[in-house]
């Protein structure tokens, strides 16, 4: 097509407008402001602050997904508040109080649902991604955890309570619910690999850790690490480790050791411990740097004034980083280039370069805590 006719078309399309302006979200992200019920909007490449959007409730744990398009970012509160934003717009569109504590939520593949974990009442509540609209009511016997989103209009989830684990299936006209047996005592919080093959549950009320292959047409429970820590006094748990900060790298899981300061090596075939490397607190997040063999990690009060970088072949840190107080989270730009990190005593969030670790920039923000970039739309799990 003749370029002249073809900007003159461009011209004429409702897309243009936004484009003049700079409207895209594909380099923009959002940051918990936890103290103040707020989120942050970042745009990466400017490594800058150009928003701020307020009003959504309690974010003490909060956590959200994004919209396929990039378009709305969903808010889970710890008050039980889903709160859907328009990233272009800036500002929140919809917000219901669909619980009286929330732990969490997930988007399906096809982005047409989104479900959110509950503490109070205990359940999964599953809505409709345009309007918030309920679509379904899963009761359970306890604390919903570790909600996760696979494929096919299908979530994940376990009940602390009780220690089984489901998998709900949201494809048809009324949902098929499959409860996959008990996994464990006191499952407290769980992860989808990243190729949507194995969901893995840790345990809070034992040692060890649970595995369920999503591929096998019955999946049941496996538990390994079952050993770990037997030998030791475990240490008083500050904060639990967040388990969608596990990484995976080299073949291997990478779990923190609950109660102890350690990572734990697992042969992501079969499921093996492979090796353990000692950190310098107990470790909430461990994320994997994207296009590396590395991994970063952060720790529970009150040693949670540092971050370690972590070689995956080796086992060995390799670097050891002191960005601020309270390094709540960590993200990666989608190509791991550089690492964003929140420092909630500083008010700050902390940009790295993962190649040389030389700090490129500081932005100010309130009590920052999750850093959540647009990319996460693309990803399984997340």
């Not at 009286?100 to 809505?127: E, H, M, Q």
């Amino acid at each position: 097509m003749n370029r002249f006719l073809w900007a003159a078309l461009l011209s004429l399309s409702p897309f243009a407008a936004m484009a003049e302006d700079g409207f895209a979200t594909g380099d923009l992200g959002l940051v918990v402001e936890r103290a103040t019920g707020s989120l942050l909007v970042l745009d990466r490449s400017d490594r800058a602050a150009v928003g701020r959007i307020e009003g959504l409730g309690d974010l003490s744990h909060a956590s959200m997904t994004y919209s396929p398009d990039e378009r709305f970012a969903y808010v889970f509160g710890r008050d039980g508040g889903l709160t859907k934003v328009d990233m272009i717009a800036r500002q929140v569109v919809a917000r219901t109080i669909q619980a009286g504590n929330s732990i969490g939520g997930a988007i399906s593949d096809d982005g047409a649902l989104v479900a959110v974990s509950n503490y109070t009442p205990g359940g999964v509540k599953v809505f409709d991604a345009d309007t918030l609209a309920l679509v379904a009511d899963i009761p359970a016997q306890g604390k919903t955890i570790g909600l996760a989103d696979l494929p096919g209009r299908r979530f994940a989830w376990a009940v602390w309570d009780t220690g089984h684990a489901f998998v709900g299936d949201f494809s048809g006209p009324e949902p098929v619910i499959t409860d996959l047996g008990k996994v464990g005592e006191n499952p407290f919080d769980a992860v989808v690999t990243d190729d949507a093959h194995t969901y893995l549950i840790g345990l809070f009320g034992e040692k060890g850790v649970s595995a369920v292959d999503l591929w096998d047409t019955d999946p049941k429970p496996r538990k390994f690490l079952e050993n770990y820590g037997k030998t030791e006094d475990d240490m008083p748990v500050y904060k639990m480790p967040h388990l969608q900060g596990w990484a995976f790298a080299q073949g291997q899981f990478v779990l923190p050791a609950v109660g102890q300061h350690e990572l734990l090596w697992v042969d992501r075939d079969t499921l093996e411990e492979s090796g353990r490397t000692p950190v310098h607190g107990q470790p909430v997040f461990i994320i994997a740097q994207p296009a590396s063999p590395y991994v970063w990690v952060n720790f529970a009060t009150p040693l949670n004034d540092v971050v370690q970088v972590v070689d995956s072949r080796t086992h060995e840190v390799v670097q050891t980083l002191t960005p601020g107080k309270a390094i709540l989270h960590m993200e990666f730009a989608p190509r791991g280039a550089e690492a964003w990190i929140s420092s909630r005593d500083d008010n700050a969030i902390l940009v790295y370069d993962t190649r040389t670790y030389a700090q490129k920039a500081r932005i100010e923000a309130q009590s920052p805590s999750g850093i959540f970039f647009t990319a996460r739309a693309h990803q399984p799990g997340l």
